[in-house]
């Protein structure tokens, strides 16, 4: 079975310095992997994924993620936060044809405050 | 852009209500999902379809239901409303077998007193 763990449920930075939210995979298979953010009050966005192809991968907002195999991790990172970015992160695999491709796995979020 | 509408953002109900969630999207997307989302446990799959008049249970479909009568809206269903269903519920769309990325609506706040 596929899941994720986010290893911070709170990340807190000041604006201009980098972020990271961590986040580990287990699965069986070569995963699709993705991060979703969602603002208060909104619905999700997807902000990247992975989907086998380069294992660096850009999204919008500055936002980027490195697929490592090796240590079944999918860290989120910005060089530079900015206020707009204080939002709920989640990290999230999809379910292959042999269990339920139609599933995405979520982690259980982070939370990124900004400070000025 | 897609637009995944959901009819209530807050909804209050009492303990053995009948619920009626309903969720519309605008992109003819084939398939549809519900989550529910509470604090610390991310975002579980209630309920999900990926044809009209289709439904697969997800991961937590007990005391809900769904009908999916038409390809663009979607509902969820609570027969007898109990207070460990108080959460938000955000409804999903995503096209094809490829699935790749979803699109969500803005959620509702589900109060069961």
């Known amino acids: 079975a596929q899941s994720v763990t986010q290893l911070d449920s709170h990340v807190s930075v000041s604006e201009g310095t980098p972020v990271l939210l961590r986040c580990n995979y287990s699965?069986?298979?070569?995963?699709?992997l993705f991060w979703y953010v969602q603002h208060p009050n909104k619905g999700l966005q997807l902000l990247l994924k992975?989907?086998?192809?380069?294992?660096l991968v850009k999204g919008i907002n500055g936002f980027e993620a490195e697929f490592k195999k090796s240590e079944t991790s999918f860290h989120l990172t910005k060089p530079s936060a900015h206020m707009s970015d204080a939002a709920e992160y989640f990290c999230?695999?999809?379910?292959?044809?042999?269990?339920?491709?139609?599933?995405?796995?979520f982690g259980s979020g982070t939370k990124l405050n900004v400070k000025p | 852009d897609v637009k995944v509408t959901q009819s209530s953002r807050y909804l209050v109900k009492r303990t053995g209500e009948k619920v009626f969630l309903e969720c519309v999207q605008d992109?003819?997307?084939?398939?549809m999902f519900w989550y529910r989302q509470d604090p610390g446990l991310g975002l579980r799959l209630i309920y999900f379809?990926?044809?009209?008049?289709?439904?697969e249970k997800g991961d937590i479909p007990e005391g809900y239901s769904v009908s999916r009568e038409k390809k663009e809206r979607f509902s969820l269903i609570l027969e007898s409303a109990s207070t460990n269903q108080t959460s938000m519920y955000l409804c999903?769309?995503?096209?094809?077998?490829?699935?790749?990325?979803?699109?969500f609506g803005s959620g509702t706040q589900l109060s069961v007193l």
């Open positions: 999903a769309s995503s096209m094809g077998r490829r699935n790749e990325k979803l699109f």
């Open positions: 699965s069986s298979y070569s995963p699709s």
């Open positions: 992975y989907t086998s192809a380069a294992t």
């Open positions: 999230v695999v999809k379910g292959s044809e042999e269990d339920n491709f139609n599933n995405f796995y």
């Open positions: 992109m003819d997307h084939e398939n």
């Open positions: 379809s990926y044809d009209v008049k289709m439904k």
